[in-house]
């Protein structure tokens, strides 16, 4: 498969670039500068990462330019740009303007491959400390802003190219349009990496990994484990089977409806009511973190002693996605996870599965256009993300099957709600949240003493960030409304507004 080497010097932005490459139908990877993989043929072209380093620090990343440089066509961006200059014997120094945000590029050399078709006075972002003020004798000059006379150059003779400017913005106009010129026309990819391309080529590999073997896979209900059920469906068909797990802390009604539809999508799919054991180990457990653990270990028990009871089964499928590769493997290491995610499946090591991974290739959104691609339905497609250990962490405070069952309810009215009100694909992630107090209110001529709830919903890419949603009042006034009426034993509604940081979007 064609491919696009991304080395990463620890930029905030290179997840962002790999996508941007990939929307031109090429396949890319991101590999730490100081891990560099064999350059087989496959490799079209390498890109080099900023840094959050100036390249006279010395701790600066000091990427092996030999192995590439003048072999295959590089890209150098914001660090990589100056890099390349400061290795040649150019000078970088701290700029005297620092460049951050909005610039114009006041001369362009649309002769340049790279700039084919980027126009002149278009605007380009700019986020570096360090400038470009010479460049050795062999490099010259594509493009300038205001500030940067070096904003871009060319080696002369060799297919290497820098700018000083990030392309993958969408502040940058004709951003796409200079990866794609580097993608397309300089590094001679053909664009063919599409969702339909990816499960053919996928289907293949794991027809050949696989052969006559039996796997295992998880399912949770959410688009990852469901799109790498499909494609392993379709490679091996009954080989594979599925486990989807009753943990008792799903939504309301969502383990029978779900279960519905993956046997409807022709998956093989064991679903096993566990509830008990789950309430049993969480009785009395109040600390968020306990709750992980004991969910994780549990749903590890179940699904354990549910896939012993099969025969033969040599591979655990799993629906690891594209960002959880690079983390493991990142320059800056694996980062500190401030809660112990991801703690769904995962075997004790003496089960001695080997693990077939279909989607590690791909980012989020990816995964979504192969599962349409595969036909899974909207309604599994555009779901909400929902944590593993489910309501457990939307209960503050220890959890019973009656505080589950109030949550439901509440959770129910507002998610239905916002679907009526076509607010629910407007929205990143939602849900209700049972705090552990009670407040006075009064309903008739009676006192009341009881539950309190709160209601959050955000706006968000990736989840790391998050804004609390501007909902209309009379939205919020119906859902209200109707909770209290409707579901016994809570009084009091409150809309949570606080955006992560500094809060996160789950409570606990
Ligand atoms: P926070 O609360 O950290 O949540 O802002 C960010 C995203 O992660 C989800 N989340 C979890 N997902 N296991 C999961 O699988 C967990 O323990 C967990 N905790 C939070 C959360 O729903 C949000 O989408």
Known sequence: ????????HGSQYTQLRARKIREQNVYCEIHPYNKIPPLTENIKGVVLSGSPYSVTDPQAPDTDLSLFKGKLPVLGICYGAQYMVHKSGGKVEKSVIREYGRAKLVSVNEDCALLKGVKQDSQVWMSHGDTILQLPSDFEVICSTENVQNAGYKIKGEETYAIQFHPEVHHSEFGSQLLRNFVLDICHCDGSWTPASFVKSTVEELKQKLGNDKVVLGLSGGVDSSVAAMLLHRAIGNNLTCIFVDNGLLRKNEFEDVLQSYQNMGLNVIGVNAKQDFYKVLAGVTEPEKKRKAIGKTFIDVFDREANKLKDVKWLGQGTIYPDVIESSSVKGP??????????????DYMKLQLVEPLRLLFKDEVRKVGKELGLKQELLGRHPFPGPGLAIRILGDI??????????VDNIFISSLKQWNLYDKVW????????????????????????????????????????????????????????????????????????????????
């Not at 498969?1 to 990463?8: E, F, G, R, S």
């Open 429 to 508: 992630q939602a849900g209700a949240i049972l705090l552990p107090i009670q407040s006075v209110g009064v309903m008739g001529d009676e006192r009341t003493y009881e539950r309190v709830v709160a209601l959050r919903a955000v706006e968000s890419v990736d989840g790391m960030t998050a804004d609390w949603c501007h909902l209309p009042y009379e939205f919020l006034a119906e859902v209200s409304n109707k909770i209290i009426n409707q579901v016994k034993g809570v009084n009091r509604v409150c809309y949570d507004i606080s955006s992560k940081p500094p809060a996160t979007i789950e409570w606990e």
């Open 400 to 409: 019973t099957e009656e505080k589950v069952t109030i949550l439901q309810e």
């Open 1 to 8: 498969m064609q491919t696009i080497l991304i080395l990463d």
């Open 335 to 348: 980062s500190q996870t401030i809660k112990s995610h991801h703690n769904v499946g995962g075997l004790p």
